[in-house]
């Protein structure tokens, strides 16, 4: 769909479609930073995950 948008003469119709790839590569990496940098996946990833359990379980 977006090739024959980038394949017509008329250059606003090529620039909006320009615009549209770009703007769907930035959204996309946004959300994978996000994804990335959340609580949860970084908690995991960081190690704090078990420093915490073996907190807890000196403290019982």
Same mark, same amino acid.
């Given at each position: 769909?977006?090739? /024959? !948008?980038?394949?017509?003469?008329?250059?606003?119709?090529?620039?909006?479609? %320009? !615009?549209?790839?770009?703007?769907? &590569?930035? *959204?996309?990496? !946004? +959300? +994978?930073?996000?994804? *990335? %940098?959340?609580? @949860?996946?970084?908690?995991? &990833?960081? +190690? &704090? =995950?078990? @420093?915490?359990?073996? /907190? !807890? =379980?000196? =403290?019982?």
């Amino acid at each position: 769909m977006i090739i /024959v !948008l980038l394949a017509t003469e008329d250059p606003r119709t090529r620039l909006w479609a %320009l !615009l549209a790839i770009f703007m769907t &590569a930035l *959204l996309a990496s !946004l +959300g +994978g930073i996000a994804y *990335l %940098l959340s609580e @949860h996946v970084w908690f995991k &990833a960081s +190690g &704090a =995950e078990k @420093h915490v359990k073996s /907190v !807890l =379980e000196s =403290e019982q």
